[in-house]
């Protein structure tokens, strides 16, 4: 499955580096209050800075998410650096660090990897390619540092069998139930729209071809098994969504939590058996951070075989092979071979075609029909 994933992020980067200089001639040209060289630093020069600045405000990291509850924790102890976050999709972080420019109140986001080369053409990132550069996939990351994925997921279905019996392990297991399954926001959400991309895979469709996933999630709303409200914790917790497709990490992240403070209810995650979609995430420091090397160094703690532990722990996929997972912890997560079927986005200019016009017809094609 790992060899999948890599020949196709790599396929991804090649072709957002010949888009995005074509974007980069036409975006406007963005003056930086920072002239900070980040590569030119040791790391012991930037441990002291970072230690100076004593904090660090993150954009869509939140604790809940990839366990970065822990890293923040454990980077708090190893240097004293205090953290904050606010919760917001990719799109809004790369928006947000525009429309404050030297304003930022955000010193470094984590944002699907499509979007890492977006903040970079827009001159919104800070380059560091951290001590580990050398181990990172060539697919992981720009040139220079600009943007670098940590991690990366794969949509999964999450199934409360406390309510459902037989579990789904396929879209067409899916079709044939009888129970409330929930996609999240199509119109926004980055996993809720590769949740649809999945869907199309599975019936015939491609990047360009949304067309097969419309069709069953339009068969969902007429039979009044679309849930239409929103995909959280909170509402899985309640039993109000049976079905939720989802990120890996995250489904297996909400069966823990749910399990853990409600002993009487029982969850199983699998990938779909037709089709997958797997993405990756990746940090971007922003050129206006007002604590730049506690971002830096957030970044380093994130590639470090501890960081990569955390993150696993989440149950999000380590993007360092050498890293050696916990016995415990590989003990978590979905079994490699239901992997098989998985790939990423191979066509990335149709892809951001599509993602253009899902909104309009998603409303059109499938909430139309809801009940």
């Excluded at 429309?99 to 080369?117: C, H, L, Q, R, Y």
């Excluded at 069998?161 to 959400?189: M, Q, W």
């Excluded at 939590?257 to 990938?271: A, D, G, R």
Aim: proline share 3%.
């Amino acid at each position: 499955m790992k060899k999948n994933v890599i020949k196709g992020l790599l396929s991804i980067a090649m072709v957002m580096s010949v888009g995005l200089s074509m974007i980069g001639c036409g975006s406007k040209n963005i003056a930086t209050s920072q002239d900070i060289d980040l590569n030119s630093m040791t790391l012991e020069e930037i441990i002291d800075k970072a230690k100076e600045e004593g904090k660090v405000n993150s954009a869509a990291m939140p604790d809940s998410w990839a366990n970065w509850g822990e890293t923040w924790d454990e980077i708090e102890k190893l240097y004293g650096i205090k953290q904050t976050d606010v919760d917001m999709s990719s799109a809004e972080e790369i928006s947000l660090f525009e429309s404050e420019g030297k304003n930022s109140t955000k010193d470094i986001g984590d944002v699907g990897m499509a979007f890492g080369p977006i903040a970079e053409a827009k001159g919104l990132t800070l380059k560091y390619k951290t001590s580990y550069w050398d181990e990172l996939p060539d697919w992981a990351k720009d040139d220079d540092g600009d943007w670098v994925v940590g991690y990366y997921g794969t949509i999964s279905i999450l199934t409360n069998t406390t309510n459902v019996e037989n579990a789904p392990k396929s879209f067409e297991d899916i079709l044939n139930g009888d129970y409330i399954v929930s996609v999240g926001d199509v119109t926004k959400a980055s996993q809720a729209q590769n949740a649809i991309l999945a869907t199309a895979i599975a019936f015939g469709g491609d990047e360009s071809n949304l067309q097969p996933a419309y069709d069953f999630y339009k068969k969902l709303a007429e039979e009044g098994r679309l849930d239409k409200g929103e995909l959280n914790i909170s509402r899985l917790e309640k039993g109000e969504i049976d079905v939720a497709l989802l990120w890996d990490f995250n489904a297996l992240g909400y069966k823990e939590q749910i399990t853990t403070n409600n002993p009487n209810m029982s969850f199983e995650v699998h990938i779909p058996e037709e089709a997958s979609i797997s993405a990756g995430y990746a940090t971007i420091i922003n050129t206006y951070a007002k604590n730049p090397y506690a971002a830096a160094l957030t970044r380093e703690y994130i590639l470090s075989d501890e960081g990569q532990i955390n993150l696993a722990k989440g149950f999000a996929k380590p993007i360092r092979e050498s890293v050696e997972l916990p016995e415990e912890v590989k003990a978590k997560m979905v079994d490699d071979s239901e992997y098989e079927n998985t790939r990423t986005v191979q066509d990335v200019e149709a892809w951001e075609e599509s993602t253009k016009n899902i909104a309009s017809e998603w409303q059109e094609n499938v909430l139309f029909y809801a009940k």
